[in-house]
């Protein structure tokens, strides 16, 4: 009798601890655990962060901290065989995107803002950026003043597309103002002759400088018009699945890794041309690397 009592504890005792663990499992992870299924939000022009290859394979600096993120998934949830879904996005969707349930994480080039903060979350800070300008060598433009009456072309949805309608506003430079879907289109409108400037991240302007044919012939100028600090997207209020991404890319930095992961994107040669970035770990990235954080920088 003693033996079924204690059986019947036992038996028990496990629903409980299952029960206890399902309820542990909330928002996003619940989602990933039920579906096995988590779905990632890419970009397609965004070198080096995270950009298609070929129509094959995404690549980049930021895909692979998200493969990171991913990885440290599978361990949680004990689901070694979790299928990863791709979804490509741009700029003026992905928020929607995220919140409705398409994707379930974005780790790109998004900036983390007060704005954006209203809307969704985001992970420790992955990069930090100064916003420039990419122009022709012998254009004569060295800042924005330069921009005077001129076409400027940037990313629509992105903060630098809102920035520079602010600086045209008030420094009445009388710019038009290109806005295109990505960054790939940005560059080539600016190739064309169609702008004489594209606005945007600066090492984003590098990774676009990098494909063309002669990287030589442009020139990333002008005094940085904002810092911004880019984090992976998450919906808000959802703890368990930010802590994932927050520890998992604080670990990175903690351990060095995140070095080998810069060098390897903006130090060396990228595909899909063997291009080198030549874009140098900055002070704000090497404070980042020491003390992680998912500060916004307004």
Known sequence: MKLVKLATLLVAAGIASGVAHAQQLTGT????????????GVR??????????GGVRQVGYSYDINMKI????????????????????????????????????????????????????????????????????????????????????????????????????????GMNIISTKDHGQSFLTLQSGRAAAFMMDDALLYGERAKARNPAEWVVVGKPQSREAYGCMLRKDDAPFKKIADTTITGLMKSGEINAMYKKWFEQPVPPRGLNLDFKLSEDMKALFKNPNDKAFD
């Open 29 to 40: 992870l619940q989602k990933i655990k039920e579906t096995g299924v988590i779905t990632l």
């Open 44 to 53: 397609e022009s965004s070198i080096p962060f995270n950009y298609n290859l």
């Open 70 to 173: 991913v990885e440290a998934i599978k361990k949680q949830l004990n689901l070694p065989n979790l299928q990863v879904k791709e979804i490509p996005i741009t700029s003026q969707n992905r928020i929607t995107l995220l919140q409705n349930g398409t994707i379930d994480i974005e780790c790109g080039s998004t900036t983390n803002n007060l704005e954006r903060q209203k809307q969704v979350s985001f992970s420790t800070t992955i990069f930090v950026i100064g916003t420039r300008l990419l122009t022709k060598a012998d254009s004569g433009i060295k800042d924005f003043a330069d921009l005077k009456g001129k076409n400027v072309v940037t990313t629509a949805g992105t903060t630098s597309e809102r920035l520079l309608r602010s600086i045209n506003d008030e420094q009445k430079l």
